[in-house]
């Protein structure tokens, strides 16, 4: 089974959310906490360098990659650290994935995640991402289908509900749209666009 070395920060792991990520991808690959896998009374950077560096100990770099955790001196030192060694010892194609929760302030953000494809918690593929990343190869995601056309309910400024209805691509023309009276109840619902030529 591929392991992964995960950086984090502790603030961030206070309700538990490093955890339950460390949980869901370690149905598929190993996982390795600081806190589960470094010994007591060794010192710290040997440690971690053994993990990062060695092929037997890790076969990606992950960090969860937040505020906290992109601000922190020590995980600012680990990340250097994971990349320089990783870079130097074990090659280009060494995984260094970067986890985003939530948005950060870009300034945050080091060269070296910006200039990788990162990975979003929104993502219904996170997990797959992060796996076949690590396992080297491609993510297995089905392409969603979509439908030819958005529909959009909009709130006027007087609270009236309001459809918006477009094509994705081309022009409808013409336009019927129909909406069933007892679905429209006490409120009045007009149309925000017309036809809308998108090629």
């Known amino acids: 089974m591929k392991k992964v070395w995960i950086t984090y920060s502790w603030k961030d792991n206070e309700e538990k959310d490093v955890d339950f990520i460390a949980q869901q991808l370690g149905k598929h690959v190993e996982i390795k906490l600081d806190r589960w896998v470094l010994s007591a009374g060794k010192r710290l950077w040997e440690q971690?360098?053994?993990?990062i560096s060695n092929p037997n100990e890790s076969d990606a770099w992950l960090i969860y990659a937040t505020q906290n955790s992109l601000g922190s001196?020590?995980?600012?030192?680990?990340?250097?650290?994971?990349?320089?060694?990783?870079?130097?010892?074990r090659g280009a194609n060494f995984p260094v994935i970067a986890l985003f929760p939530a948005s950060v302030e870009n300034n945050l953000i080091p060269a070296g995640i910006r200039t990788r494809l990162?990975?979003?918690l929104s993502?219904?593929?996170w997990k797959e991402r992060i796996v076949s990343a690590i396992e080297n190869r491609q993510p297995?995601?089905?392409?969603p289908i979509?439908?030819?056309y958005v529909l959009t309910l909009h709130k006027s400024i007087d609270g009236d509900d309001v459809i918006?209805?477009?094509p994705r691509a081309g022009t409808w023309s013409p336009f019927v749209m129909a909406i069933p009276a007892n679905e429209i109840?006490?409120?009045n619902v007009r149309l925000l666009h017309g036809p809308k030529n998108l090629a």
Do not use: M, W
């Open 73 to 89: 001196e020590p995980c600012k030192e680990e990340y250097a650290y994971a990349l320089q060694r990783a870079l130097d010892s």
């Open 123 to 125: 993502d219904p593929e």
């Open 48 to 51: 971690l360098d053994n993990h």
């Open 164 to 166: 918006e209805v477009r």
């Open 185 to 187: 109840g006490e409120n």
């Open 118 to 120: 990162f990975v979003s």
């Open 146 to 148: 979509a439908e030819p």
């Open 140 to 143: 297995s995601i089905t392409a």
